[in-house]
């Protein structure tokens, strides 16, 4: 006997918690390219060209780099406000985004407005080639 009792219904078992876990990463995965489509097309041309053009220069720490990032939206959420911020992946020719919460005076000492460049410290992900957001500059 090649299996041990219950060797099939275990495999059987693992095939599907991965097919769900790989449907639910798909699902996402395409939510999110379409919000950022949505976000590209309400944008400049001049702002999607200066987003593109934007420069990373190291700074303290491993892998850490400084660059400005492009606020995409800005929204109250209770005593909070939240900042959509999108980079540019020139290793990959494409855009992304992270989302920031921030109080209102720390949104507005850090220039938090809606199609406005803020500085932001990133980390450069040798692996993946992309600058990931740590925080804001």
Same mark, same amino acid.
């Given at each position: 006997?090649?299996?041990?009792?219950?060797?099939?219904?275990?495999?059987?078992?693992?095939?599907?918690?991965? %097919?769900?876990?790989? !449907?639910?990463?798909?699902? +996402?995965?395409?939510?999110?390219?379409?919000?950022? =489509?949505?976000?590209? /097309? #309400?944008?400049?041309?001049?702002?999607?060209?200066?987003?593109?053009?934007?420069?990373?220069?190291?700074?303290? %720490?491993?892998?850490? !780099?400084?660059?400005?990032? +492009?606020?995409?939206?800005?929204?109250?959420?209770? =005593?909070?406000?939240? /900042? #959509?911020?999108?980079?540019?992946?020139?290793?990959?020719?494409?855009?992304?985004?992270?989302?920031?919460?921030?109080?209102?005076?720390?949104?507005?000492?850090?220039?938090?407005?809606?199609?406005?460049?803020?500085?932001?410290?990133?980390?450069?992900?040798?692996?993946?080639?992309?600058?990931?957001?740590?925080?804001?500059?």
């Amino acid at each position: 006997m090649l299996f041990r009792p219950g060797a099939i219904a275990g495999l059987i078992i693992g095939v599907v918690v991965c %097919g769900i876990i790989a !449907f639910v990463a798909i699902k +996402l995965s395409k939510k999110e390219n379409a919000s950022i =489509d949505a976000i590209l /097309a #309400t944008l400049p041309e001049e702002l999607k060209d200066t987003l593109r053009n934007q420069t990373f220069t190291e700074t303290q %720490g491993k892998d850490m !780099f400084t660059s400005n990032a +492009l606020v995409t939206s800005v929204t109250e959420d209770g =005593d909070k406000v939240k /900042a #959509t911020l999108m980079f540019y992946m020139e290793e990959h020719d494409g855009y992304y985004t992270r989302n920031v919460k921030l109080t209102e005076s720390e949104a507005d000492s850090k220039g938090i407005k809606a199609n406005r460049f803020v500085p932001v410290i990133l980390k450069y992900d040798r692996e993946m080639h992309y600058y990931d957001f740590k925080k804001l500059a």
